[in-house]
């Protein structure tokens, strides 16, 4: 059995002036069960990026989106639910880049995660 998940992308306007660009490449994701999906997320428009809150939502159609965790450095992960600490992981890696990924793929983990800046 395989997973397919979606994944989309964010438009932030800051003040009004500012433009904060959150792009996800890959428009779907599928993998086997038991492996792992990974996902990226690139940020342009923020000055201090290993600095900047990044944060990771799912969203099942029948139900409100949900926050997993989100990130400031590599170091300072915080995690909705102390149970998510063994299956959803973030590191931000280069100058613009925030990876996230889902371990141990099931059925149940199908949705639309996406990145989120605020």
Do not use: M
């Amino acid at each position: 059995s395989r997973l397919r998940v979606l994944i989309a992308f964010s438009l932030l306007l800051l003040d009004g002036q500012a433009q904060v660009l959150l792009q996800q490449d890959q428009p779907s994701i599928t993998r086997k069960r038991s492996k792992t999906a990974n996902f990226e997320c690139k940020v342009e428009g923020i000055d201090n990026f290993q600095a900047a809150y990044i944060h990771w939502y799912r969203h099942i159609p029948t139900r409100a989106p949900e926050r997993l965790l989100y990130i400031a450095s590599s170091a300072q992960i915080t995690y909705e639910e102390e149970s998510y600490k063994n299956k959803y992981y973030s590191s931000k890696r280069d100058k613009n880049i925030c990876t996230f990924s889902v371990n141990n793929v099931h059925e149940d983990d199908e949705g639309t995660y996406y990145c989120a800046y605020w």
